[in-house]
T-cell receptor, first 111, second 111 residues
Framework: EDQVTQSPEALRLQEGESSSLNCSYTVSGLRGLFWYRQDPGKGPEFLFTLYSAGEEKEKERLKATLTKKESFLHITAPKPEDSATYLCAVQAAGGSYIPTFGRGTSLIVHP | NAGVTQTPKFRVLKTGQSMTLLCAQDMNHEYMYWYRQDPGMGLRLIHYSVGEGTTAKGEVPDGYNVSRLKKQNFLLGLESAAPSQTSVYFC??????????FGPGTRLTVT
């Protein structure tokens, strides 16, 4: 059974204080790993797709990296507008394209 | 390009009443999904569709039915609403190896 575990559940940062969110996964062959951002009262918004170990993607203050067992979402010099819940999902190779989601990390950035 | 839209945004039902949630996408995606999101539970897949005229059960399908008569639309029905179905419902669309694109959500309360 595919599993995705995100840590920490909640993270509070001061503006400018860099940190990382973790997504550990167990799948029988990875087709893709996805990061999403969800603001309160809204649907998840797609951020990145990673396909193979060693791959990295960047967008503004966010950088996602991937190893064979986990992915990190690094947040550099965060701003209050980066406050959101960040979700990780994996798609396993073979079978249908149904992702398994983690429960998310709630990030609050204080000014 | 509206992406994924959901109708209605809010709804209050009494126990035993029925309703249909409508999801529409304009990205020509083959896959469409219905999720529910509850505090502490994360996103849970209710039903999904891999193409026009097809549907399949997800993780929590009981009490729900779906139809995909047109490629761009995916309907979620509740035949006899129960308080346990109080939740936020998200529709998403996507394709093979693609990320999912989510709608804004429908907040349903069953009293």
């Amino acid at each position: 059974e595919d599993q995705v575990t995100q840590s920490p559940e909640a993270l509070r940062l001061q503006e400018g204080e860099s940190s990382s969110l973790n997504c550990s996964y167990t799948v029988s062959g990875l087709r893709g790993l996805f990061w999403y951002r969800q603001d309160p009262g809204k649907g998840p918004e797609f951020l990145f797709t990673l396909y193979s170990a060693g791959e990295e993607k960047e967008k503004e203050r966010l950088k996602a990296t991937l190893t064979k067992k986990e992915s990190f979402l690094h947040i550099t010099a965060p701003k209050p507008e980066d406050s959101a819940t960040y979700l990780c999902a994996v798609q396993a190779a073979g079978g249908s394209y149904i992702p398994t989601f983690g429960r998310g990390t709630s990030l609050i950035v204080h000014p | 390009n509206a992406g994924v839209t959901q109708t209605p945004k809010f709804r209050v039902l009494k126990t035993g009443q029925s309703m249909t949630l409508l999801c529409a996408q304009d990205m020509n995606h083959e896959y469409m999904y219905w999720y529910r999101q509850d505090p502490g539970m994360g996103l849970r897949l209710i039903h999904y569709s891999v193409g026009e005229g097809t549907t399949a059960k997800g993780e929590v399908p009981d009490g729900y039915n779906v139809s995909r008569l047109k490629k761009q639309n995916f309907l979620l029905g509740l035949e006899s609403a129960a308080p346990s179905q109080t939740s936020v419902y998200f529709c998403a669309s996507g394709g093979t190896q693609r990320a999912q694109y989510f709608g804004p959500g429908t907040r349903l309360t069953v009293t």
